[in-house]
Antibody, heavy 123, light 110 residues
Framework: EVQLVESGGGLVQPGGSLRLSCAVS????????MDWVRRAPGKGLEWVGR??????????EYAASVKGRFTISRDDSKNSLYLQMNSLKTEDTAVYYC??????????????WGQGTLVTVSS | QSVLTQPPSASGTPGQRVTISCSGS????????VNWYQHLPGTAPKLLIF???QRPSGVPDRFSGSRSGTSASLAITGLQSVDETDYFC???????????FGGGTKLTVL
């Protein structure tokens, strides 16, 4: 059974940092690109960024709203994806989801998602 | 302001057919297939339609999708109360080099 479990969310002050983790099981993690997507209260889904796999040289992409502040990384040996968030702003408050990109499918095809972890940025 | 444009709301009575539109541009829908997601806040989003018009296993055939030019649409027939939630379209954007989502459509079953 495919499972994605996020952790690391919590309350942080503006300007602070937080590191989210996504532990996966039930599939070969190293075969897949993995993304972070968030949903702020009262807003829609927003793509945060992508971690490509070894075949794609572990490259990353980021949304303009987080570029330079957020860093996505992965550890294939631990079947885990990470999101390091620095210089947090109140508008980063959201539930953060990790999602699996379908292998060989379209680039926006996420077939499995985690339950999400809530990040609240407030003083 | 989302790159892909969806109506903020849609509604219908049980058994009716409703459609949700998704409008984009040549750099996203015009050059990439569209996927649709169903999301009830507090739960994991669910893939509803992939590659414009394909249903993952387990998704009822009441749901269908289409794409033409720089627009796409999701159709739901035989509307049920369980369909009352939020729907999002998504596509890859070549100019932004990332995934773009629609702003979401809240479906109400009257």
């Amino acid at each position: 059974e495919v499972q994605l479990v996020e952790s690391g969310g919590g309350l942080v002050q503006p300007g602070g940092s937080l590191r989210l983790s996504c532990a996966v099981s039930g599939f070969t993690f190293s075969d897949h690109k993995m993304d972070w997507v968030r949903r702020a209260p009262g807003k829609g889904l927003e793509w945060v960024g992508r971690s490509r796999n070894k075949v794609n040289s572990y490259t990353t992409e980021y949304a303009a709203s987080v570029k330079g502040r957020f860093t996505i990384s992965r550890d294939d040996s631990k079947n885990s994806l990470y999101l390091q968030m620095n210089s947090l702003k109140t508008e980063d408050t959201a539930v953060y989801y990790c999602a699996r990109v379908v292998k060989g499918g379209s680039y926006s095809n996420f077939d499995y998602w985690g339950q999400g972890t809530l990040v609240t940025v407030s003083s | 302001q989302s790159v892909l444009t969806q109506p903020p709301s849609a509604s219908g009575t049980p058994g009716q057919r409703v459609t949700i539109s998704c409008s984009g541009s040549s750099s996203n829908i015009g050059s990439s297939t569209v996927n649709w997601y169903q999301h009830l806040p507090g739960t994991a989003p669910k893939l509803l339609i992939f590659s414009d018009n394909q249903r993952p296993s387990g998704v009822p055939d009441r749901f269908s999708g289409s794409r033409s030019g720089t627009s796409a649409s999701l159709a739901i027939t035989g509307l049920q109360s369980v369909d009352e939630t939020d729907y999002f379209c998504a596509a890859w954007d070549d100019s932004l080099n990332g995934v773009v989502f629609g702003g979401g459509t809240k479906l109400t079953v009257l």
